[in-house]
């Protein structure tokens, strides 16, 4: 059991003002990835690596690819076997037509008790949270068993480069626990949905729009495709049902794209068209059998396109080649995540909350994919994600962070390293 005490000696080294002005400063970078605006998480790495070198972590920085590089925030708090990772991201998303914004994307403006900027709530003021608990465990001089990690990554709103490097240069190999820092409203979430992204090429043949026999459109194809990926959506939402955390698996046709590149003319029927998909998975559903059915549905969409024109030909009496092909590719394959709640590190950001709100945690689960996804699929790491934030926020215009939530978020992440990593709990 650990005492009053020592919980206490943790949470006063809390200070909410240093919270709020490393949010700021972080929130004041523009991290957005934009090679041509000369834009990159670089900058904000730097200001990570710089404020971690003053509080006596070791740091390392490693350039993930060009201009996008990790900061790894290591702290050896005690012998013992566990390593807990604490994991936030320097990139940002656009922050679209600025005019649209009624406060500076980039000023890290305060109003009332919130902080408004690109990045406030996802997640710079997470990140900060994670730092900040970090520091004060070590200004507090409690006992603790094991090591704390602090992977502040990039490009996690992209393709993860940044999780992966981390993974690939062995940072992962001793981590035996991981909370992500990402805004879920105070919510311990213990599963995310899974995330399949497929793109389906249509090629057919390129003619003159007046003289649509010359060629073969591939407009009924995308038709069929978007058609079927809805009954998918529907046969999934039957077979695996409503997920209590997650809610429903999804198949979203996002892009519909005819030429595949270049201008689109009123006269002119392409000669290739795409659809790219954005499917959501709940841990009931499989995704090789998703893949499966996808190539299944690519066959059949293309024989059963092919067979309508060879009847509307002979009903014409036409001859012309009926040749068509589609392209399914796999562009990205997260797996679910699914924490048992026995797992230590669950029952520590129970605790932790429990002790912070004073009545009992609300579980959740993440609707997209995290970095942690990487963690858990190819680490086998148990990841638990919460963090301050409206999860309705992130990615909209005059996204904001309440800054009383973040305060807390910074204590339940210090404590949930303290109840995790304390020697009795570590042993």
Known sequence: MISED???RVLQEIKPEE???LTAQLVRINSVWDPEAGTSEAAAATKVAEWAHREGFQVRQEEVVPGRPNVIVTWLAGPGPRCLMF????????PGDVSAWRYDPFGAEIVGRRMYGRGTCDTKGNLAAMLIAMAALKRAGVPLGGTIVGGVLCDEEDQMQGVQDFI??????GVTAAVIGEPQDGMICCSQKGALRARMTVTGRMSHGAMPLAGLNTAPALARIIDGLHSLEDSAAQASGRDPYLGWPSFTPTVI???KSGPPQLNVIPAEALVLADIRTVPAQSHPEIIAALRQLMDTVSQRVQEDYAAYDRQLEVERSRELNIRLEILTDRPCTLTDRREPVVRAAHEATRTIWGG???YGGVLGATDGTFLWAQKQIPIV??????????????????????????????LT??????????A
């Not at 994991?87 to 656009?94: F, L, W």
């Not at 690939?168 to 190999?173: C, I, L, S, V």
């Open 6 to 8: 020592t919980i206490q």
């Open 19 to 21: 919270l709020v002005e």
């Open 87 to 94: 994991e936030g991201h320097t990139d940002v998303v656009t």
């Open 168 to 173: 690939r240069r062995g940072y992962a190999d």
């Open 257 to 259: 794209q005819a030429p």
């Open 360 to 362: 009992e945690p609300v």
């Open 385 to 414: 994600t919460m963090g301050a934030g409206d999860r309705l926020v992130p990615h909209q215009v005059d996204e904001w962070v309440d800054l009383d939530q973040l305060a807390d978020t910074a204590r339940i992440y210090a």
């Open 417 to 426: 390293a303290l109840f995790y990593l304390h020697p009795k709990e570590a």
